[in-house]
């Protein structure tokens, strides 16, 4: 079997997650200082939204109706505002359990 380059495949949910996770963080100050912290909210927001595996981003676009395209961005804000959410929970139980 020859040598297949796979590296331009990529999830097109995940530059989308990243930008909302960003623009997002200011909202949660007790996250938004902690790179690790801002990593765990893209991996609950991310395993919340079905993989779509693509090439290149207009693959993506170019074959969406607008309502889906709606629809992709308000899953993607419901995602990242759970995934902070959670985030932001778990911290706050660990603080707890360490205090307590």
């Known amino acids: 079997m020859s040598s297949v380059d796979f590296t331009s495949l990529y ?3 995940e530059r989308e997650v990243f930008a909302a996770v960003v623009a997002s963080a200011p909202r949660y100050p007790a996250l938004a200082r902690d790179d690790e912290l801002l990593c ?3 991996c609950v ?11 290149h981003a207009v693959d993506f676009s170019f074959y969406l109706t607008e309502a889906e395209r709606l629809e992709t961005d308000a899953a993607i804000a419901e995602a990242v505002s759970y995934a902070f959410n959670f985030v932001q929970a778990r911290l706050a139980l660990r ?6």
């Open 45 to 55: 927001a991310l395993n919340r939204l079905p993989p779509r595996y693509i090439r």
């Open 40 to 42: 765990d909210v893209a």
């Open 95 to 100: 603080a707890k359990q360490a205090a307590g």
């Open 11 to 13: 999830n097109h949910h």
